[in-house]
């Protein structure tokens, strides 16, 4: 099963100059439950944004640069081989990897964040229609978590 697993806000932003324009310690918690002993695939710009590969998960960055290498992070260069990984894989980021591997997702796990944020980077807009709701739970806003937000479950419709 190929999960995605996103947090963005209103029209769709998850980035500006390569970061996340928010700090929400919810969803970082929300994160780090569903995908420790898992495998995450990401994009290059979003490894380079963590700066160093998660803990107590298999880290794979999809890049088309034969030459990219790193210390604790498997690399391969085509969408295709995410299906042939082992596991629960979840798709982790970017823009383009969402993009580019949104037809091979069963699940998505959307933190929707209820606010407006300036952005040069976007989550592909998704149709609900084509996703059944699994389970919505709204996230606790206090001193840390600031913005009003969601957790989504959402699983693909297959009629």
């Not at 709701?133 to 600031?146: A, H, I, Q």
Request: glycine share 8%; charged share 25%.
């Amino acid at each position: 099963m190929v999960s995605l697993i996103v947090c963005h806000a209103e029209q769709n932003v998850i980035g500006f100059r390569n970061k996340m324009p928010w700090h929400l310690p919810n969803d970082l918690k929300h994160v780090k439950r569903l995908t420790q002993g898992n495998t995450i695939v990401m994009g290059r710009k979003t490894f380079e944004s963590l700066g160093r590969p998660l803990p107590n998960r298999r880290n794979v960055v999809l890049t088309g640069n034969p030459e990219f290498a790193a210390e604790g992070v498997d690399v391969i260069h085509d969408v295709a081989e995410i299906e042939e990984l082992d596991g629960k894989v979840f798709i982790f980021g970017g823009s383009g990897v969402y993009r580019q591997t949104m037809q091979l997702v069963d699940e998505m796990h959307v933190t929707r964040i209820h606010e407006t944020f300036a952005g040069d980077t976007f989550f592909p807009d998704y149709d609900m229609a084509k996703w059944e709701l699994v389970s919505r739970e709204e996230g606790t806003v206090d001193g840390k978590n600031r913005y009003p937000h969601e957790f989504l479950h959402l699983r693909r419709r297959m009629d």
